[in-house]
């Protein structure tokens, strides 16, 4: 016969008891992390910083997203960031047309998951072959990757990008450059 001593009971007690607030806890945190899924900024009520949040809204919405891969240290992301996203323009198309998501492609902790596969923001960044920041990522209506672009643009280019991006002109043929040549005339 067995006999559980009662030290060794009252510590597992406490243990499990441990583990399920833990797991409350955890599970409200999540909770709060959708519910407030934007970037801390200046741009805050444009950008999701929650990848599977922000894809739901694009869903949902039916908008094209634009995912904006990014580091901290990053000077040519800091300029976007401060110059180029701020820009009322831009800031404009932003609402209007896209549902834009940034993600820190040194964050290992957080994750998302696509096309069936959950994978933390650094492995989401190497699955869409992301070799420097800034990367944007031009997702499409219908959730399928179109373009990436590289590298710090002004306003100007950058808007235009958006257009030709959101009106699926590279569906019909058209190359960005003969895009832009057309557009500054």
């Excluded at 949040?53 to 694009?58: E, H, N, Q, R, W």
């Excluded at 590289?150 to 058209?174: A, R, T």
Aim: aromatic share 14%; net charge positive; glycine share 6%.
């Amino acid at each position: 016969m067995i006999i559980i001593q009662p030290v060794r009971y009252r510590f597992c007690f406490v243990i499990i008891i441990v583990l399920c607030v833990c797991q409350i806890y955890s599970a409200i945190a999540e909770e709060e992390s959708l519910t407030n899924s934007t970037v801390v900024g200046k741009d805050d009520e444009i950008w999701y910083d929650d990848w599977d949040a922000g894809i739901a809204v694009a869903r949902t919405e039916k908008k094209p997203v634009l995912v904006d891969f990014f580091s901290d240290g990053c000077g040519a992301c800091k300029a976007m960031h401060e110059k180029t996203f701020t820009s009322p323009e831009i800031k404009n198309r932003f609402t209007k047309d896209w549902v834009c998501i940034k993600i820190n492609t040194f964050h290992g902790y957080k994750r998302g998951t696509f096309d069936g596969k959950i994978l933390s923001y650094n492995k989401l960044a190497e699955y869409f072959r992301v070799q420097a920041v800034p990367t944007f990522l031009f997702i499409d209506k219908e959730g399928k990757p179109v373009q990436s672009v590289l590298g710090y643009k002004n306003s100007e280019l950058f808007g235009q990008i958006l257009d030709y991006m959101k009106n699926e002109v590279y569906k019909k043929g058209l190359s960005f450059n003969k895009y832009r040549e057309g557009q500054n005339k």
